[in-house]
């Protein structure tokens, strides 16, 4: 609905942005100071963190891939705020002129990966 609603209004999509996240406060408030151990987590706030933090940047970059990657200018940012996988990738050219896989090959290597 989102890609949707910016193509109608736009006419164009040029890049995306997954910054929204949820983090440790709903698992537990004293998550600063103590471990939260997993099996006390409720299976709801579990699918919470996932549905946001996972399959929120997945389904918004599938939506909006096949709009953006339109030449000339394609870019896909997914910014690691909370550095669980230690990379970082602000934002990334992805390459028209490659089919997806050399892409996303291309975009690794740029991003430092």
């Known amino acids: 609905m989102v890609v949707e609603?910016?193509?109608k209004r736009f006419g164009r999509l040029h890049i995306l942005v997954n910054n929204a996240g949820r983090g440790m406060k709903y698992i537990s408030s004293a998550f600063l100071?103590?471990?939260?151990?997993?099996?006390?987590?409720?299976?709801?706030?579990w699918r919470m963190l996932i549905d946001?933090?996972?399959n929120g940047p997945f389904l918004m970059a599938r939506n909006?891939?096949?709009v953006i990657m339109v030449p000339p200018l394609l870019w896909l940012a997914s910014p690691d705020s909370d550095?669980?996988?230690?990379?970082?990738?602000?934002?990334?050219?992805?390459?028209?002129?490659?089919?997806?896989?050399?892409?996303?090959?291309a975009a690794s290597e740029a991003a430092g990966w």
């Open 52 to 54: 946001t933090n996972v």
């Open 33 to 45: 100071t103590e471990s939260a151990r997993f099996w006390e987590i409720e299976p709801e706030t």
């Open 83 to 105: 550095g669980m996988t230690g990379r970082r990738l602000v934002a990334t050219r992805w390459r028209s002129d490659l089919d997806c896989r050399e892409a996303a090959e």
């Open 5 to 7: 609603t910016t193509m």
């Open 64 to 66: 909006a891939a096949p």
